[in-house]
């Protein structure tokens, strides 16, 4: 496997460099964009296997950025930001974003976050990596990363789809968010069951789903989610 490329978007020539130092650091091969125009470009241009986002940005609104990034790629995305609350974390993961660490941050901490949405992102799946749901209506393709529901190839971000597989590792199991959490994050990512729900409206938004009769991702009051169709034999 080649060396991993991140970009590191911020306006902040001290946070580019020190971030970017420490990823080189471990062996990565880093990019730097000043602002959005330039990191959508850079983007577009260099195809990263990791952003690193800043939301504060002086020309494009960080979310705005993620958006359009996430209109045609599910490359993982790591959002910095000095928003610290609750519902700004879940607004990120709503656009999309596979992580969130909030300013003033350790760069070590960042490292590890990089090294584990990265981890997830191409991690190997076991043999068999095809599962046929509802006769059909639903495939996953673990190895490919692909998804196609009724006929239509749907785009998942990399936490989305780690949402789903674990989901459809086990058809009619409930999982409780905070298991779901850590399934996706890779890690205890402090137990925000709330960063579990947005990702669950984003992935019933891309299945086609009716938000109050869910087919495939079903609520269980109290308790957490399942799969709500049976694996075909």
Do not use: W
């Not at 993982?76 to 609750?86: Q, W």
């Amino acid at each position: 496997m080649g060396t991993a490329s991140v970009l590191v978007v911020d306006d902040e020539p001290k946070i580019r460099d020190l971030v970017g130092s420490y990823l080189e650091r471990e062996g990565y091969s880093v990019f730097q964009a000043e602002n959005g125009q330039e990191a959508l470009e850079m983007a577009m241009r260099m195809d990263p296997d990791l952003i690193v986002l800043d939301l504060m940005l002086p020309d494009i609104a960080g979310e705005e950025v993620a958006r359009s990034l996430r209109e045609g790629s599910g490359v993982p995305i790591i959002m910095l930001t000095a928003k610290s609350s609750e519902d700004d974390r879940v607004t990120g993961l709503r656009i999309g974003a596979d992580d969130y660490l909030v300013k003033p941050f350790s760069p070590r901490e960042l490292v590890e976050r990089v090294k584990a949405v990265l981890r997830r992102a191409g991690a190997e799946t076991s043999a068999g990596h095809v599962t046929s749901l509802d006769e059909g209506s639903l495939t996953i393709d673990r190895e490919s990363r692909d998804v196609v529901c009724n006929g239509r190839s749907v785009s998942l971000t990399r936490s989305e789809f780690d949402l789903l597989g674990a989901l459809a590792s086990r058809p009619g199991r409930v999982f409780s968010r905070y298991e779901l959490v850590t399934r996706v994050q890779g890690y205890d990512y402090e137990g925000y069951e709330r960063t579990i729900d947005a990702h669950v409206k984003n992935l019933r938004r891309k299945l086609g789903e009716h938000p109050k009769d869910p087919r495939y991702v079903v609520t269980v009051p109290g308790v957490g989610y399942k799969l709500g169709v049976k694996a075909d034999a």
